[in-house]
C-alpha cells in the first residue's frame, strides 16, 4: 500500500522472496476498497510508508510496516532466503476493477507468472536486453507487474515516473532523451499523445492492450 515509488518494487520483490505472496494496493483507491481487498484475501502484513501509514492503521489490524523508516533498521544479509517454494505456490493477488458487480481477486501462482515473463520477454524482446522500461501505472494493473518484472529479468532498467498528471509522465517517456526504449500502455494513453507536441523519440518497442486498438 504505496504510491509508485522504488520502496513498491523493494517490497515486492521481498515479500516473494520470503516465499510469501503480495497484494498490490494502489493509494487512490478508497478506504471501503482496500479495506474490502484486505479482508478477501486475509492479508496478515502490510507493507506501506509513513506517507500511508496513519490512514492504514484505520483499516487495517494486522502487522504494519512503514518500509522506508524501518528497512534502514533491519539487519543485512546479501545471500538469498533459503525458502523452498513450488510452481503451484501463490504469487500474488490482483483485482478486477469490479465495474460489473464486486471486484473480484485473481490469484496468480509462481509457476504462471514466471512462464509468462518468459514468453513476453522472448516475444516482445528476443531475449535481449536494453529495452528500458517506464513504471508510470497504478500498481494494481497488471501491465504495471509486467513492465516492473519484465524488465527486472532482462537486467534493464526501470525508470520509476514521478507525478500523476498522464500527459506530463506520457510526455516525460516518449520525449527524446528519456532513454526509454519500451512501454506498456493502453489505447487511451496512444490517443494523448498526438497532443503532445513530441517530435522524436527513444522509445522503440510498444506494447498495448486492455482496450479495443484502433488503425488510427
Do not use: C
Not at 494494481?140 to 520509476?160: A, P
Not at 517517456?173 to 496512444?190: E, M
Request: proline letters at 4%; a negative charge; charged letters at 15%.
Amino acid at each position: 500500500w504505496m504510491a509508485r515509488s522504488e520502496w513498491t518494487v523493494i517490497a515486492m520483490l521481498g515479500t516473494l522472496k520470503a516465499g510469501a505472496a503480495f497484494l498490490p494496493i494502489d493509494p487512490v483507491l478508497p478506504d471501503d476498497r482496500i479495506s474490502y481487498m484486505l479482508q478477501e484475501t486475509a492479508a496478515v502484513v502490510l507493507i506501506t510508508d509513513m506517507n500511508e501509514m496513519f490512514r492504514a492503521m484505520g483499516v487495517f489490524s494486522g502487522h504494519l510496516i512503514a518500509l522506508d523508516v524501518q528497512m534502514a533498521d533491519l539487519d543485512t544479509d546479501d545471500t538469498n532466503p533459503q525458502v523452498a517454494v513450488a510452481p503451484a505456490d501463490l504469487a500474488y493477488v490482483i483485482f478486477t476493477s469490479g465495474s460489473t458487480g464486486k471486484p473480484k481477486g485473481v490469484a496468480i501462482t509462481r509457476g504462471n507468472f514466471n512462464y509468462y515473463l518468459g514468453w513476453a520477454n522472448q516475444y516482445y524482446f528476443y531475449n535481449s536486453s536494453g529495452f528500458s522500461f517506464p513504471f508510470f501505472t497504478a500498481v494494481g494493473f497488471d501491465l504495471t507487474l509486467t513492465s516492473i518484472f519484465s524488465t527486472l529479468m532482462r537486467g534493464d532498467t526501470l525508470y520509476i515516473m514521478g507525478g500523476n498528471e498522464t500527459g506530463d509522465i506520457l510526455h516525460e517517456i516518449f520525449d527524446q532523451g528519456s532513454n526509454i526504449r519500451a512501454v506498456k500502455l493502453t489505447p487511451s494513453h496512444i490517443n494523448l499523445l498526438p497532443f503532445l507536441n513530441i517530435q522524436h523519440t527513444d522509445v522503440s518497442h510498444g506494447s498495448v492492450g486492455g482496450e479495443a486498438l484502433t488503425i488510427e
